[in-house]
C-alpha cells in the first residue's frame, strides 16, 4: 500500500467510521477498486479504527472527564454507566474470540459487504419510527447488553457499527444524543479491546507499512472529528434515516458491479 492510497483510505475510515454507512465495508470496497493487496488488512483496519477512537476521546471529552472523576470519587451514577459500558462490550468481545478467523474471511468479499450494506439501510431507516420518541438519558442493564449485541454484529463489514448501536438504542427508548453518546463511548472499549488483541502482531509488521499506517491514521482522526459533527446534526435535525438511501445504493452497486467484474 502506498503513501497517498492510506491517506485516501484513512480519510475514508475517518468520514464513514462514525455515519451510519460501515467504515469497514467501504474500506473492503476501497481497497478492491484500488487493488490492494493487504496481507495485514486487518491491522490497518484496526489501525485506523484506534486513530478515530481518539477523536472519540476529543470530542466527549467532558462527558469522558465527568465519568472519570464519578469513578475516583465512587459516584453511583457514574460505576453505573461505565459497568453497562462494559456490559455492552462482551458481545463484541465473545464474537472477536469466538470467530476471529472466519470474520477476517468477510473482509475479504465485496459481495458479503454489499449484502450487509443493504442491511445497514433497513436498520437505519427504522429509526424513521423511532427517533425522537425516547426519553431515557441511558439504557437498562438488559438494554445496554442488547446494543452490545448489535455492536458485534456490527465487525462484520458493511453493518454499520453506529447505525446499528443508535438504531437498538433509540429503538429501546433513548434520546437522540443519549443513544450516540453511549454508541461511541461503547466503541471506545470495543476498538481499544481490538488493538490489544493485536499489538503483537502490530509489532512484528515492517517499518514501512508502519509509516503508511501512521499517514491513515492522522488522516482518519481529522475527518472522523468532521463526521462527528455530522453525526450529531443529523440526530438532532430528526434525519438520521435518510443515511439508509446512500448505504442501499452503495450496497446495491457493490453487488452488481463486483458481480459483473467476477461473473
Known sequence: MEALESLLLGILQGLTEFLP????G??????????????EGILFEVAVHMATMLAILLFYRRRIGVLMLGVIS???????????????????????????????????????????LL??????????????????VEPTWVGAFLIGCAQAVAILPGISRSGSTVSVALALGLTPLAAAEFSFLLGVIAISGAGVLLLPELTTISAPLLQTIAFGGISALLSGLVALWIFVWFLRARRFYLFAWYAWVVGAATLIGFGVATG
Open 21 to 24: 454507512v460501515s467504515s469497514s
Open 26 to 39: 467501504h474500506l473492503v470496497i476501497a481497497q478492491s477498486l484500488l487493488g490492494t493487496e493487504l496481507g
Open 74 to 116: 465512587a459516584k453511583g451514577d457514574a460505576l453505573r454507566y461505565i459497568g453497562k459500558l462494559f456490559i455492552g462490550t462482551l458481545p463484541a468481545v465473545a464474537a472477536a474470540l469466538l470467530a476471529r478467523d472466519w470474520i477476517e474471511l468477510q473482509f475479504e468479499s465485496p459481495a458479503v459487504v454489499g449484502i450487509c
Open 119 to 136: 442491511v445497514t439501510g433497513g436498520v437505519v431507516w427504522s429509526t424513521r419510527y423511532t427517533l425522537g420518541r425516547g426519553e431515557s
